[in-house]
């Protein structure tokens, strides 16, 4: 697999400036993202204009060199957004001509890891990059400049979002893992967090054993009266249990940030990490999801939904 990524903008074509600034942010995440590809061992180009006087330059030159790189699975331009000065949360967003499905799933997980509010795709057929890159491309609206909000959980969880976006473009790509690993459907309900009175207090999860094994799954306090994970399971999180069998999905695996499921129902999809074990067979249901997660999807309790593990990315 290869990826090109580049910041938008340049060094004398500046992007939005508020609290941060756009052009400083998006190099940053560009070479946090581009360590995390290579941490995969995903074959990465970066690229930041240093050059160009104005802005047609500035679109050209980027495109330029995205277009020369010789065949590669995705192009990706960082940037970050703006409106008015505000205090209030306005969100990620990823554009896109023709990766709904991967821009639908990098605008849901950096939220899911961030707490920014998912504005979700959108489709864009007036962007320059996006119009002029030769292969599949996405833009991403990490968050915006301007609301102090937004920028106090980017600040915050940088390293989870540079994560969450390495981990959606390669997770499922990796050659040794090809095939799907579990496929399950039929009714579903939720687990999890601080009012899931259904889990004792103290009680634990199958695979992770303290918060430090998976903090983008947990609350970052632990829910007063309790000591378990289970309860302290962050219940805005796209996260998923199933009857996992452990000789063919592996502990290690399914602990694994990078190897997320695809959950499916009523027409939409969203990534999910496993974060535990179940439901019982009793119940007569085949997973059980984050509050978020059933939410995004439209569900309630035995409501039908479809778990695929690992998800694989297709860019086309």
Request: aromatic share 8%; proline share 6%; with cysteine.
């Amino acid at each position: 697999m290869k990826i090109v990524i580049s910041s938008g903008h340049g060094k004398y074509i500046r992007g939005a400036s508020g609290i941060i600034d756009e052009v400083d942010e998006a190099r940053r995440v560009v070479e946090a993202v581009a360590e995390r590809f290579r941490g995969l061992n995903v074959d990465t180009v970066t690229y930041h204009d240093d050059v160009s006087t104005t802005q047609s330059e500035n679109l050209e030159r980027i495109v330029d060199f995205h277009n020369a790189q010789g065949p590669h699975d995705l192009d990706i331009s960082v940037h970050f957004n703006a409106y008015t000065e505000t205090a209030s949360p306005m969100g990620v967003e990823v554009l896109y001509i023709s990766q709904a499905t991967l821009a639908d799933n990098l605008s849901a997980t950096i939220a899911a890891v961030s707490g920014l509010i998912d504005r979700g795709p959108k489709s864009r057929d007036d962007l320059y990059f996006l119009n002029n890159t030769n292969g599949a491309a996405v833009l991403i609206e990490t968050c915006f400049v301007d609301s102090s909000a937004d920028v106090k959980l980017y600040e915050a969880y940088f390293d989870r979002i540079c994560s969450a976006i390495a981990g959606i473009v390669s997770g499922g790509q990796r050659p040794e893992r090809p095939q799907v690993l579990l496929s399950v459907d039929g009714p579903c309900s939720w687990f999890g967090g601080p009012e899931d009175t259904g889990v004792s207090p103290a009680e634990g999860l199958a695979f992770f054993y303290e918060y430090d094994d998976a903090p983008h799954l947990f609350l970052e306090d632990q829910p007063p009266g309790t000591s378990g994970l289970a309860r302290r399971l962050d219940p805005a999180r796209p996260y998923v249990a199933c009857r996992w069998d452990y000789d063919v999905t592996p502990k290690t695996m399914l602990a694994d940030p990078h190897q997320l499921a695809v959950v499916r129902a009523n027409g939409r999809e969203s990534m999910a990490w496993p974060a535990d074990w179940g439901p019982h067979e009793d119940t007569g249901r085949v997973a059980d999801l984050s509050p978020g997660l059933m939410g995004r999807l439209g569900l309630t309790t035995d409501d039908k939904v479809e778990v695929i593990y690992p998800r694989r990315f297709k860019n086309a």
